[in-house]
Each structure stands twice: as structure tokens, then as C-alpha cells.
């Protein structure tokens, strides 16, 4: 693929000290996090970066330490994230051929994203309809068919339930609402005949 | 059938071992169960006899240097590995032990699931989500695990007690054709 690097975007890291200040940016090729906000830090929930094991183990260091960070790219606004409490962070190393050094890898997973805090709340990395419908359907334990996709989609957004968040190529949306109040919509959509069972 | 035989505390290497007790004749792995049932060996369903002293629950796993312990099904071939696997159906314990890790024949242990009670398997393999029933009685079942807290606070002289117990529990969700809904734990 020509010019792969362009969908990348970074994600910095900035720490000043009294007379010195260290600045770590590495290459960013995925990420879901809130909207900006006007004021403060916003909640990031995915990262997926790659750079030197010295920018990924600082980087590392930092979201654990849960400073805020500097994400930006392609379509995306530089805004500062923090990844909160516990997230998952993950690092692994990609050997790349007539490079001297591996590229090591960094991924952080916010608890909200995995599904840990509020289980209200599911965050879809896309937003078409078959995985939202595939999400929610995992994560609730929901008889839903893969049929029911699009009635799905529309019954989410005419409830106001799906709200888009920022994402770096990808297109992110958080889906809200519990497992009854979506096995009642399913309930209402048989009997009123906007979705059917197919015979097995 | 288990058998029960004490060895010099000379090793505890369990092939070490195995291989003495071919030397003595007492594994009988090649022969019929009637001939290699000494006297002095003890039967029982996967029971657990050592040699001067109760059963422990972690006999077989952490080998004991002075008298080793060896259990036999008869299933199949006797191997190290089944000697010590099935027993108390844990293969967690193998690995715990560094002694373990360095005997290749634990290490190819087979892996055998025993389903013990519920339907935890048949869900767990998706087999009761789908499309079930005809009619009015058409229906979509998806299965999903919960886990569950139970907080309980004691207090006691100025002192409270938090206990915290965790279940998990199967929980079903059921969508009819005709519109009802249901959720069975």
C-alpha cells in the first residue's frame, strides 16, 4: 500500500521538570476516545502505537502513571487523554526485515472498554450495524439475529442511545442502555411486526 | 485400581521412578490387571493410599522425597502423565512444581475435561443460543454467565467483618415469536 504512513497519526507525551523538558511522540495508528471537551483532560480508551522500546516503555510508564497524553492524526484534532484507573496496556515487539532493531508495540485498553465499569455503556470501534448488533448481543447475552441489524441501528438511534465518539481510523460510537430495556424493544418489535423469527 | 509403593529417597524424578518400579515388576503395564495386583497394593476408585500417612490433597503433585506415590487407571498405556492425571482432576497442580516442569512426560500431559455438574459445557459452546421451537412457540435463546457478589458486613466489638462471596450464575434470555420476553437464571 502507497503511503501507508499518511492514516497514521502520534500520540506525544510531554513531562516538564524545572529546567528541562522531555517530549515523546510515537506513531499512532488507532485510537477511541471521547470527544474533546473544553476543559480538562478527555477519556481515551484505545491506543494502538508503535515506536522505539525506549518511546513505548516511556510512554508506558506515563498512561500508567495516568498523565495525560497528546493524541492527533489525520481527521482527528490534537486533544489531551487519559486513560484512567487500571487500563490494560500491552506491549509487543514486531521484527521488520532489514531494520536493526524490533519496533515494539503498544496497545492500552481502557477499563470502560472492556467492559468492566459500567456495563451500560458498550463502546463499538465501528459503527455499522452488524457489529454493533454482534456487540451488544455478546456483552448482554441478547437473543438478537443477525437479520434484525439495520432494525436494530434504527430503534438504537431513534432512542438517542448511540452517540459517536473520536476516533483515529476507525469510526467509534458508544451504544447506551441495559438488557432489559433491550429485550423489551425486542419483545415490542415481534409482537408489532417489525422484526420476525425465521424458521429454524 | 490404585497402586501404592514406597521408593528410596534417592530421587524424585518421577520417570526415575516409574522406570524402578518396571524394574521391580510392580507397574505391570503389559499385563493382564489380575497379574500385576500385588498383595500388598491397594484398590479403590481413584483413591489415594500412601504409605504411613492420611491422604493429602496435593499427593501426586508435590512428591514426597522419602515415599513416592504412584496412581494407575489401567486405561491405557501407564505413563507417568496418567499416573498422575484424573486423580483429583486439577492439572493446575502439576505445573506448580519446578520438579514437574523439568519431567517432559508432565509437560505432554493430555488434557481431559470432565464435566462435573450443570450446563456450563453445552453453553459455553454456544449450543443453547439460536433459533429453537415451531409455532407460537418459535423462539431465540441466548445464554450468557453473570457474576455475582454477595457482600455480607459483621460487626463485631467495634470491628467490622466484610465477607465477599462470588458466584456465577447462567442466566437465559428468551425472545418468542409472539413478542414475550424471558430471563431464566
Redesign the interface.
Known amino acids: 500500500m502507497k503511503n501507508a504512513h499518511e492514516r497514521f497519526g502520534f500520540a506525544e507525551f510531554e513531562k516538564k521538570l524545572r529546567d528541562t523538558a522531555t517530549r515523546i511522540r510515537i506513531t499512532a495508528d488507532c485510537f477511541i476516545g471521547e470527544r474533546p471537551e473544553n476543559a480538562g483532560h478527555s477519556d481515551g480508551h484505545l491506543l494502538s502505537a508503535f515506536g522505539t522500546d525506549v518511546e513505548v516503555a516511556a510512554l508506558w510508564a506515563a498512561i500508567l502513571a495516568e498523565e495525560p497524553i497528546r493524541v492527533g492524526g489525520q481527521d482527528l484534532k490534537p486533544y489531551m487523554v487519559q486513560f484512567g484507573e487500571r487500563p490494560a496496556v500491552y506491549r509487543g515487539t514486531l521484527t521488520v526485515p532489514g531494520r536493526r532493531r524490533p519496533v515494539r508495540h503498544l496497545v492500552v485498553a481502557s477499563t470502560q472498554l472492556r467492559a468492566e465499569g459500567d456495563q451500560a455503556r458498550i463502546i463499538v470501534k465501528s459503527d455499522s450495524p452488524d457489529l454493533i448488533l454482534r456487540s451488544v448481543?455478546n456483552l448482554?447475552?441478547?437473543?438478537?439475529?443477525s437479520d434484525w441489524s439495520e432494525w436494530f441501528r434504527i430503534r438504537l438511534q431513534k432512542a438517542g442511545r448511540v452517540r459517536p465518539l473520536s476516533g483515529l481510523n476507525c469510526v467509534p460510537v458508544a451504544i447506551r442502555g441495559t438488557?432489559?430495556e433491550f429485550?423489551?424493544w425486542?419483545?415490542?418489535g415481534?409482537?408489532?411486526g417489525e422484526i420476525?423469527?425465521?424458521?429454524? | 485400581m490404585v497402586l501404592t509403593c514406597r521408593h528410596p529417597p534417592r530421587s524424585n524424578s518421577l520417570s526415575f521412578n516409574l522406570l524402578r518400579l518396571h524394574k521391580l515388576g510392580h507397574s505391570g503395564m503389559n499385563r493382564p490387571p489380575a497379574r500385576r495386583r500385588p498383595a500388598s497394593f491397594s484398590q479403590g476408585a481413584g483413591a489415594a493410599v500412601a504409605v504411613g500417612r492420611p491422604a493429602q490433597s496435593n499427593d501426586g503433585a508435590g512428591l514426597p522425597m522419602g515415599s513416592l506415590i504412584l496412581f494407575e487407571r489401567h486405561r491405557g498405556p501407564a505413563l507417568p502423565v496418567q499416573l498422575l492425571h484424573g486423580r483429583r482432576g486439577d492439572e493446575m497442580m502439576l505445573s506448580m512444581r519446578s520438579s514437574h516442569k523439568e519431567c517432559p512426560c508432565i509437560l505432554n500431559a493430555k488434557c481431559v475435561f470432565r464435566q462435573k455438574r450443570g450446563n456450563g459445557l453445552l453453553s459455553t459452546a454456544g449450543l443453547i443460543n439460536g433459533r429453537f421451537g415451531s409455532g407460537d412457540r418459535l423462539h431465540v435463546a441466548a445464554w450468557k454467565t453473570k457474576k455475582r457478589v454477595i457482600r455480607t458486613e459483621e460487626n463485631e466489638d467495634e470491628k467490622t467483618i466484610i465477607r465477599e462471596r462470588e458466584q456465577f450464575v447462567h442466566e437465559l434470555a428468551l425472545a418468542f415469536a409472539n413478542g414475550e420476553t424471558a430471563l431464566i437464571e
Open positions: 448481543a448482554h447475552g441478547l437473543p438478537l439475529l438488557k432489559s429485550l423489551e425486542i419483545g415490542a415481534l409482537k408489532n420476525r423469527i425465521p424458521q429454524p
